[in-house]
């Protein structure tokens, strides 16, 4: 067995997507376990947009998105003249876009041991002069298969005391996946409950094969909650005003709107109560439960719907994605329920 800790080992795992309802309507056996040796919240209300780069890094952080700088999965920088997206490798390995100091950092600079595995944010070298990393980290891969990810994290367990980290972040994309193509209620966000579990189960038994059940200390969360969203239920912006001049950042169920300057009070009356379902607002009269005004990469337009609903450009790109729609989504205001994940800890 390994030999004692040096110190606690604060093991932080992700289940993206994971709403807090789930475990009593798929079944999650092994995270029922854990919150019955330790604490379960409510809910986990998330920072709006309920996205997930934007809630991992306030996880890490502290932050809420208008003071991190992460303000959506996609995102224009005016001072930069720079596009951040999730596809987009060299971006997200990019520190600059990175604000706040997640805790890895802290950590590492206090001369402690962090590992992560794929939290989003890790791959990135942080904070003031060529940045920080945690000391093991890898570049996304999502064919690694989950399995592989947790026999990574009891490898580092395995190693010597003085070399074992302190603090480790492990993410997994599920039941995320599941939830967006079938829907919060379907057997195949069920599923996908059910397999990030028994990721859970795997490592809780690789950490007692291992002695180190008293060393480390469990927290397990979720960035967001998920909607069930349906074809009927969606909103087309050039049906409602014209889109010529105005540059759109990210739109899902909410949206980053740049009109041409000048004309942003006129898109803004132009969308007030054109849809029942949709709010929209100039950036500094953002809703103050929202807290989404502080940063630059927040544009002068901001619109969202109501859970459940899903907005596009235009008609055609309404209906290329009606093919293959998404059942369920994220993304909506903090106070809906659905948008809600977990927090457990032990």
Not at 45 to 52: E, G, L, W, Y
Not at 133 to 144: A, E, L, Q
Not at 306 to 333: P, S
């Amino acid at each position: 067995a390994p030999a004692p800790s040096a110190g606690p080992i604060v093991l932080m795992i992700s289940f993206d997507g994971f709403r807090w309802d789930y475990p009593e309507l798929h079944g999650a056996p092994a995270l029922l376990a854990l919150a019955h040796d330790g604490v379960r919240a409510k809910s986990l209300v998330p920072s709006f947009p309920s996205k997930t780069f934007p809630n991992h890094h306030t996880l890490v952080t502290g932050l809420r998105p208008e003071h991190h700088g992460i303000v959506a999965n996609t995102m224009w920088d005016p001072e930069w003249k720079a596009r951040f997206s999730l596809a987009d490798r060299t971006a997200v390995e990019d520190g600059r876009w990175w604000g706040g100091e997640p805790i890895w950092v802290t950590a590492e600079r206090r001369g402690l041991v962090t590992a992560s595995s794929f939290w989003p944010g890790s791959e990135a070298a942080i904070g003031e002069g060529d940045g920080v990393r945690p000391t093991f980290w890898g570049h996304y891969d999502d064919t690694v298969p989950d399995e592989k990810r947790v026999d990574e994290v009891l490898g580092w367990l395995d190693l010597p005391a003085e070399k074992r980290p302190r603090l480790i972040t492990l993410y997994f994309a599920e039941p995320d996946g599941g939830g967006h193509a079938h829907g919060p209620n379907s057997p195949e966000a069920g599923a996908a409950v059910a397999h990030v579990d028994g990721m859970l189960a795997r490592l809780r038994a690789g950490v007692a094969a291992r002695s180190l059940e008293n060393a480390v200390d469990w927290i397990v969360v979720s960035d967001h909650g998920m909607s069930a969203t349906d074809p009927e239920r969606t909103i087309v912006l050039a049906d409602l005003v014209d889109l010529s001049g105005v540059a759109i950042d990210d739109l899902s169920v909410f949206g980053l709107l740049r009109p041409r300057p000048g004309s942003e009070d006129a898109l803004v009356r132009a969308l007030e109560g054109a849809h029942p379902h949709l709010h929209v607002a100039r950036k500094s009269a953002m809703p103050e439960r929202l807290h989404y005004r502080a940063h630059r990469r927040i544009p002068e337009v901001v619109i969202w719907a109501d859970a459940g609903w899903t907005i596009y450009a235009t008609a055609a790109a309404r209906a290329n994605a009606l093919a293959d729609f998404a059942r369920g989504n994220h993304g909506y205001a903090p106070a809906e329920r659905d948008m809600h994940g977990i927090f457990i800890a032990a």
